[in-house]
């Protein structure tokens, strides 16, 4: 029987956080879809209507959690699966403080083009 091997230790932090962000993801996504295909179909999205919606503090808010979300999620889970792979030493220091600041940066420039979309002037 084949072994399995984990990086997450099973009821930990980062474990819990990667499938609370998941159910998060899932949830926000379906909402996506249904506002994007069935509330608003598809000859109605427009770049004014979605800076419309982004102009909502409701909409704009759970757009900024979903990017924060999605971010983390990804990046979590491209480094535990680089662990999973043997990494370890310097070069997983070296990976893991690469990935944080990738996240920064994917993070401060999906924030920049929300208020934009927003009409924030503050970007």
Do not use: C, P
């Amino acid at each position: 029987m084949a072994e399995r091997y984990s990086s997450f230790k099973s009821g930990g932090r980062m474990w819990f956080l990667q499938r609370v962000t998941a159910v998060f993801l899932l949830v926000v996504l379906a909402f996506h879809f249904f506002l994007l295909h069935f509330v608003h179909h598809a000859d109605e999205v427009s770049f004014l209507a979605s800076s419309a919606r982004m102009e909502q503090l409701s909409y704009y808010s759970l757009m900024i959690l979903f990017l924060v979300t999605a971010t983390f999620h990804g990046v979590n889970g491209v480094y535990n699966a680089l662990v999973n792979q043997g990494l370890t030493g310097t070069k997983r220091t070296v990976i893991k403080w690469t990935l944080v600041a990738a996240s920064v940066v994917l993070i401060a420039q999906g924030i920049r083009t929300a208020n934009a979309w927003a009409g924030i002037g503050l970007y």
